[in-house]
């Protein structure tokens, strides 16, 4: 199984056409700056209730970030009568910071 949410910028490309988030509609282009935007994705293997079937969910800014509040909350009531630290929710998900070439 492999699932993840990812995000993702395209360089600007005259040759395709606007692609509108998946979720809200409203177009993935930054002017000036291409598109940009974050991918739920999962393709589910052998063993898994979804064997061979594959998803990927392309989600503008406001939307990914939306997302990624409703699993941090998800998050916060999996844990709630847990011992782990809730003080970190705030970057939960993100694995680095001015990372502008994704260099890390
Ligand atoms: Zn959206």
Redesign the pocket.
């Known amino acids: 199984m492999r699932s993840q949410i990812l995000a993702g910028m395209d360089v600007p490309d005259n040759r395709h056409p606007d692609v509108?988030?998946?979720?809200?509609?409203?177009s993935?282009r930054v002017p000036g700056y291409g598109e940009q935007f974050g991918v739920l994705q999962a393709h589910w293997g052998y063993g898994a209730r979804h064997d061979g079937e594959r998803y990927r969910v392309r989600?503008?800014?406001?939307?990914?970030f939306?997302t990624l509040a409703y699993l941090r909350q998800e998050r916060r009531i999996h844990h709630l009568f847990g011992e782990a630290p809730q003080h970190e929710d705030y970057k939960f998900g993100r694995i680095a910071r001015d990372d502008y070439w994704l260099d890390s």
């Not at 509108?20 to 409203?26: I, L, N």
């Not at 989600?59 to 990914?64: A, S, W």
């Open positions: 509108p988030c998946d979720v809200c509609g409203t993935m989600m503008c800014e406001t939307c990914f939306m």
